[in-house]
């Protein structure tokens, strides 16, 4: 029987309770001798980290819908507390279950990948660290609460940060540029806060790092992020292809747009609008919109359409922009459901579209790699750059069906995402780039951040002049990235992830079919291997190998001056 999001029941775990079962599963896996014993514990361990990540996912769901909720802010706070805790102890079971004798056999059982990331996981904790974590959590958690309590009066109404991007596309030049005004008052009026927070945020990540022994966080926040196929010196070699590459191509993409909307002085606030006559907006209500996804996927694959059907029939959608909800957009997942759950804010532009086909990207995968049985659940889900390789294809694997989304308004869509997609690399890079200085140098100082944030937006983001514009023109429009508070070096899976997306697209130019099945086997393999193996397999380039970029821009170019408007 199908359950409704709304239904799904919610009490707050005993924490003690799952701590003590892990322990427990360790000393067993420790006294181990067989294989099915081995097996019995490793399923014993998956059922509860299925029962506690899917209250933990349905809490913070429910507290980011409406932040103000004060039950569900103080099961955030029992979570941030409790996580760090609960890693001590699903350590512990990963230390056992690395130096059992058995480990050959379950490796080939299970796969290497599984140990490789338990190792990594290993490395990058210590119970020495558990209140600096319990702290990092907590200053998260207020950055994200600081962002969604914006109320900015304009043009007369309030808004929220979500709320402004419409008037920030606005066909009067002279609105676009108060819109932005007024998003950088929000942020210079709390700009204290916003800049004690990151500090508080560097220097807490910083002792952790140096608690277990590592030169700065640098090394630390690869190992989080489970970077199993290379290391920062791979990423600097790709963000230097990328100002090699992409750099040049993004400022004629910009230089054309200007073109495009007759200005001649081209400033920040022109940035997001694209056509002379208006952006492309999805038509209709949200609810069209979303009707419209329902055929879209209906019609795409009968894989698709058993996944929307899911979907639509549980309400495991949140979409629209209201006061109190946090900013953004994201997909989670509840294993003992095998629900996704797709969070954003519809603002009424097309991001409203990105953010559904970019969503229902990493929902479909873990719908599908949940159905294909990828076990343990941990490897539902490659590392966030495959992951974000699953949504970011999703969004021009979707193109046959955008005009249900555009109507005469599709080729503008299609010109404006395409352009977006490859201008979006460079400051995807200059973000990562950014975390990389401030974390070697975590005793830089506020404004010493900015500076290094404004010599990175001459090298990532040349054509971006912020004239007086507050927040802006002093080098901290950082602050505006969720990421780089909440999800340190998470920013650059995006950028190797749209360099296969874009080869799924440049393959669908060709052969739509062919495009696709690629694409279901890719999300068939959930994490059970390395992101460069996932890309191999997929007969694609890799985004580190030199020259890579070259091929891809090359195609893209091309296809970018065939469809100018």
């Known amino acids: 029987m199908i359950r409704k999001f709304s239904e799904l029941p919610y009490s707050r775990p005993d924490g003690e309770r799952f701590c003590s079962a892990f322990s427990e599963l360790a000393k067993r896996m420790d006294a181990a001798e067989t294989l099915d ?77 599984w140990f490789k990331n338990m190792e990594m996981a290993e490395k990058a904790f210590s119970p020495a660290i558990i209140p600096l974590m319990q ?135 022109d940035d997001l609008f694209c056509f002379p006559d208006g952006n492309a907006a999805p038509e209709g ?10 055929k879209m996927y209906t019609e795409m694959s009968p894989e698709t359409a058993e996944f929307i059907q899911l979907m639509m029939d549980a309400d495991l959608f949140d979409v629209e922009a209201k006061e109190g909800k946090a900013p953004g957009g994201y997909c989670t997942f509840m294993e003992e459901y095998k629900y996704p759950f797709i969070f954003s804010n519809f603002n009424g532009t097309s991001a409203d579209v990105d953010v559904l086909t970019h969503e229902a990207g990493h929902a479909f995968a873990f719908y599908t790699s949940a159905k294909e049985g990828v076990y343990p659940i941990n490897l539902r889900l490659p590392t966030m750059d495959g992951a974000e390789t699953h949504s970011m294809s999703m969004e021009f694997l979707t193109a046959p069906w955008h005009s249900l989304f555009f109507g005469k308004a599709t080729d503008k869509y299609e010109l404006a995402h395409a352009e977006d ?7 995807g890079c200059m973000v990562d780039h950014f975390q990389e200085i401030v974390y070697r140098r975590p005793e830089l100082t506020p404004e010493q951040r900015n500076a290094e944030w404004a010599k990175l937006n001459a090298v990532y983001y040349p054509y971006a002049d912020y004239a007086d514009l507050p927040f802006y023109s002093r080098g901290s429009s950082w ?39 690629t694409y279901l086997a890719f999300t068939k393999k959930g994490g059970k291997y390395s992101f460069l193996d996932l890309v191999k397999s997929a007969g694609l380039l890799s985004p580190l190998e030199d020259g890579t970029l070259k091929v891809i821009c090359s195609r893209v170019r091309e296809w970018l001056k065939e469809h100018q408007i």
């Open 479 to 517: 602050q505006w990235k969720m990421h780089i508070y909440l999800n340190p070096f998470y920013y650059v899976d995006y950028c190797m992830a749209q360099t296969i997306a874009l080869q799924f697209w440049i393959k669908s130019l060709d052969n739509w079919d062919e495009a696709w099945k």
């Open 285 to 294: 209500s949200k609810e069209e919109i979303m009707e419209a996804g329902r």
């Open 37 to 113: 014993e081995a097996r019995s514990i490793i399923d014993e361990a998956q059922k509860l980290e299925a029962e506690i990540d899917t209250l933990q996912n349905i809490a913070s769901i429910r507290h980011t819908i409406d932040t103000r909720d004060p039950f569900y802010e103080k099961e955030q706070e029992y979570f941030d507390n409790l996580a760090p805790l609960l890693e001590e102890k699903r350590n512990e079971l990963n230390r056992a279950l690395l130096h059992s004798p058995l480990r050959r056999e379950l490796e080939q059982e299970y796969g290497e990948i």
């Open 421 to 427: 997609a490859l201008t979006f690399i460079p400051y």
């Open 135 to 269: 702290e990092e959590n907590s200053l998260c958690s207020k950055y994200q609460k600081l962002y969604a309590s914006a109320q900015i009066p304009f043009e007369g109404k309030i808004c929220t940060i979500a709320q402004l991007v419409p008037f920030k596309m606005n066909p009067d030049r002279e609105i676009r540029r108060k819109a932005f005004e007024a998003e950088g008052r929000f942020f210079d009026e709390h700009q204290e806060e916003f800049d004690s927070l990151f500090d508080q945020l560097v220097k807490n990540r910083t002792a952790q790092a140096k608690a277990l022994g590592y030169r700065d966080f640098v090394e630390l926040g690869y190992l989080r992020r489970q970077r199993n196929c290379y290391d920062p010196k791979g990423v600097a070699n790709f963000r230097r292809q990328v100002v090699e590459e992409i750099v040049p191509i993004a400022s004629e993409i910009k230089a054309a747009q200007a073109k495009r909307i007759g200005v001649t002085d081209f400033k920040f606030w």
